[in-house]
T-cell receptor, first 110, second 113 residues
């Protein structure tokens, strides 16, 4: 599976949009981009995933560049409860494996 | 839906003892995964099952670790004998199909003294 690069940490003001970047320059055509987050001492939580098109659900939006070499997770109105480690993962769908990197620690501040 | 259920939530044991961690996946999910998390190594995939069959156990650290899934609703991860370096949070996750998002349990915090 392709490797991802994320900034180790980011801050965001409460109520503002949080934009979390991820680079995956070696991604293959059949690899999906997945985002998970882990709030302190809890199990990771699925957020969203996509292949080529931008995706949106009740939690977040995923913007994938046209060349698919990078993506951005957008939390439109960050709250203090969004403070967590966010993981960007690329995965071939039929392997069933998610390999977690170090992620980005997002701190939402009042 | 009760989610993925893990037991116990906390386990403290002495070095050399056998430890068994338990997981009940979400009903209807056919893939199950065991992860270990430490500060030093982050989240590591240990093993995963599809339709109760172990598919990839390349992440299992050594022969002291073993995992079973006797039926679709139950899995165990056993460490025998346990060592202090096994201290970690162990997570179980399940998914409906391989390309769906996983649902994680709350984890078992293991401390080996």
């Amino acid at each position: 599976d392709a490797k991802t690069t994320q900034p180790p940490s980011m801050d965001c003001a409460e109520g503002r949009a949080a934009n979390l970047p991820c680079n995956h320059s070696t991604i293959s055509g059949n690899e999906y981009v997945y985002w998970y987050r882990q709030i302190h001492s809890q199990g990771p939580q699925y957020i969203i995933h996509g292949l080529k098109n931008n995706e949106t659900n009740e939690m977040a939006s995923l913007i994938i560049t046209e060349d698919r070499k990078s993506s951005t997770l957008i939390l439109p109105h960050a709250t203090l409860r969004d403070t967590a480690v966010y993981y960007c993962i690329v995965r071939v769908t039929n392997t069933g494996k998610l390999i977690f990197g170090q992620g980005t620690t997002l701190q939402v501040k009042p | 839906d009760a989610g993925v259920i893990q037991s116990p939530r906390h386990e403290v044991t002495e070095m050399g003892q056998e430890v068994t961690l338990r997981c009940k996946p979400i009903s209807g999910h056919n893939s199950l995964f065991w992860y270990r998390q430490t500060m030093m190594r982050g989240l590591e995939l240990l093993i995963y099952f599809n339709n109760n069959v172990p598919i990839d156990d390349s992440g299992m650290p050594e022969d002291r670790f073993s995992a079973k899934m006797p039926n679709a609703s139950f899995s165990t991860l056993k460490i025998q004998p346990s060592e202090p370096r096994d201290s970690a949070v162990y997570f179980c996750a399940s998914s409906l199909e391989a390309n769906y998002g996983y649902t994680f349990g709350s984890g078992t915090r293991l401390t080996v003294v």
